[in-house]
């Protein structure tokens, strides 16, 4: 029986940034996973891949629409799904053998199975059983369903069927406009298909800032994805090559159907936690499905943690790793801490949306007073340089005190520009701070400051 201080249960971005971090910190460390990659669904079947995607057919979009503007003439190119694929491939393996070595590096070994806990201080990997102090539960999510519709991976898929279809559909459905329905629309509706997103709520993008969420939901529009809101799907009839799916709308409860080659069921994820054995150990497990912990991520059951989307909050790979780190820190005498407050999310379309903090709408709610600060990107010079002028900055501030509270980008490069804004609310800083920070032209970032500089006495460039 081999002995650890720690053993993590999974190898997503939460499982394997913990998993070093408790070795950096001197504990003895295993990490176990079924799979035959380690990455988690981040690397193997998410995050990494569909941006590989995305870039690809955002390349091809560029050059069909604005290569001849800049001067590049001659035939766009085709689309060779099979060597795309490949890629994408590619991309995956680099990323995932990067992590095999981290492991070397840093003396974890890789128990290869799929764990349970059959008591306090003990994994079972496969047939062998293994002990340790601590052991963290980083066992991630999966795609939920709606009731009533099959997913075979074929017709009817989730985002991970959707990476590997056999071929470009000429027609999709997005059941879905979260970040995973958007995201995987917009690289078929580049490629050729024509995209319709059946939405349950009112608007796109739930929890989003709403002028942002608008003006996002007008641009996927002109890229050619068809949006049908309001509209509960009652059910998806597949057979071997079509389907349909049949929605009601909820203003009237009038019924209709669409057509599909494919339909991409994008309704959410869920905690992955079958086969720990956890109810029979005793850990507390929410309505939702989620494991309960306090906050040092601690579960009811002594000596158990868990991180990331088996836990509350938003299924991010970047919450999961704060979370692995701030875990592993307390599995080493030490005090773990995530600010919750500053985490950023971002969707890669093209432009790519980002936000951090709070919403308009969530300071209203609160009864805040605050201030805005906007600027366009039409008013900057690199963005209409580049044909991505569509967009905005807005930041939020406080009234009185002008500290930074939130922020929301439409735009170029907005997945990288939240950035500063996070930094600057981790420190505490105004929109003030921001506004006298030089910041080199011409750049994007320019306009993240005209933002700043608009929450007082107005930007320069509008």
Not at 71 to 89: E, F, I, N, R
Not at 322 to 327: I, L, Q, T, V, Y
């Amino acid at each position: 029986m081999s002995s650890y201080d720690v053993i993590v249960i999974g190898s997503g971005p939460g499982g394997y940034v913990c998993a070093i971090r408790c070795a950096q910190l001197g504990l003895k460390t295993a990490c176990v996973e079924g799979r035959e990659t380690l990455g988690g669904t981040c690397l193997n079947i998410g995050c990494i891949p569909s941006k590989a995607l995305l870039h690809a057919s955002h390349q091809l979009h560029e050059a069909e629409h604005n290569f001849a503007k800049m001067g590049l003439k001659g035939k766009s190119p085709s689309v060779d799904w099979t060597q795309m694929q490949a890629y994408k491939t590619d991309v995956i393996g680099q990323n995932t053998k990067g992590i095999e070595f981290l492991f070397k590096k840093n003396k974890i070994d890789w128990l290869k199975g799929w764990g349970s806990i059959p008591e306090a201080g003990k994994v079972k990997v496969s047939d062998e059983v293994h002990e340790a102090k601590h052991i963290i539960i980083a066992s991630g999510s999966e795609p939920s369903s709606l009731p009533g519709i099959e997913i075979d991976q074929k017709i009817v898929v989730d985002s991970e069927g959707a990476l590997s279809l056999p071929k470009i559909p000429k027609k999709m459905v997005v059941i879905g406009a979260g970040v995973i329905g958007l995201e995987l629309g917009s690289v078929y509706a580049r490629l050729g298909s024509e995209v319709k997103v059946i939405e349950f709520l009112d608007h796109i993008t739930p929890g989003m800032d709403a002028e942002v969420s608008k003006v996002f939901q007008r641009t996927l529009k002109k890229q050619g994805l068809e949006f049908i809101m309001g509209a509960a799907v009652q059910k998806v009839d597949a057979t071997k090559t079509k389907a349909k799916v049949t929605y009601k709308l909820r203003k009237d409860d009038s019924e209709a159907a669409v057509d599909a080659d494919v339909v991409l069921v994008a309704t959410g994820r869920k905690p992955y936690t079958d086969g720990l054995g956890l109810e029979a150990l005793g850990v507390k497990i929410s309505d939702r499905g989620q494991i309960e912990v306090d906050g040092q991520y601690r579960t009811s059951v002594e000596g158990v943690m868990a991180i990331g989307d088996a836990i509350k909050g938003p299924m991010l790979a970047h919450k999961a790793e704060d979370e692995g780190m701030a875990a592993a820190e307390v599995a080493a005498g030490k005090h773990g801490h995530v600010n919750y407050g500053v985490i950023p999310g971002v969707i890669y379309t093209h432009p790519e949306v980002s936000t951090v903090g709070e919403t308009e709408e969530s300071l209203k709610e609160a009864g805040r007073a605050y201030k805005v600060g906007k600027f366009s990107f039409m008013g900057n010079g690199r963005a209409k340089a580049n044909f991505a002028g569509d967009g905005f900055v807005k930041l939020l501030a406080d009234k009185e005190t002008d500290r930074i509270l939130g922020a929301h980008i439409i735009g170029p490069m907005a997945g990288d520009l939240i950035h500063e804004v996070c930094v600057a609310m981790e420190f505490g800083a105004s929109a003030e701070d921001l506004a006298l920070t030089c910041h080199a032209h011409p750049t994007y970032s320019e306009a993240v400051r005209e933002a700043a500089l608009a929450c007082g006495d107005g930007p320069i460039h509008s």
